[in-house]
């Protein structure tokens, strides 16, 4: 069974960094785009970055220039660099990945169970 799961969460002071992971385990054929979500208290679910397997990256225009997304295709892991960082990125962020399954099944978008980011001092 496909599993996504994010690390890399806590607390962190305006201004500092963070780094998070997404490891994508189980019956996995191939992945092709992944990406970040995230969801604020009250808010609607948004996108943040995307990474195509050429390592192609996207983002959404209130993190550019602050957040770096990367992935190792090897290791099945993507990773969201985060400088910066403001009270607005407080959310609980999602791991995203476009999956080709092993056995019976075709692609389809997977979902990590989040991760908290908390920007306080």
Do not use: H
């Amino acid at each position: 069974q496909v599993r996504l799961v994010e690390s890399g969460g806590g607390l962190v002071q305006p201004g500092g960094s963070l780094t998070l992971s997404c490891a994508a385990s189980g019956g996995i054929l191939r992945i092709t785009d992944m990406n970040w979500y995230r969801q604020a208290p009250g808010k609607e679910r948004e996108w943040v970055a995307k990474i195509e397997r050429s390592s192609t990256q996207t983002y959404a225009d209130f993190v550019k220039g602050r957040f770096s997304i990367s992935r190792d295709n090897a290791k099945k892991i993507m990773t969201l660099q985060m400088d910066s960082l403001n009270s607005e990125d407080t959310a609980v962020y999602y791991c995203n990945a476009n999956v080709l399954p092993l056995g019976p099944g075709s692609w389809r978008y997977y979902w990590g169970q989040g991760t908290q980011v908390t920007v306080s001092s």
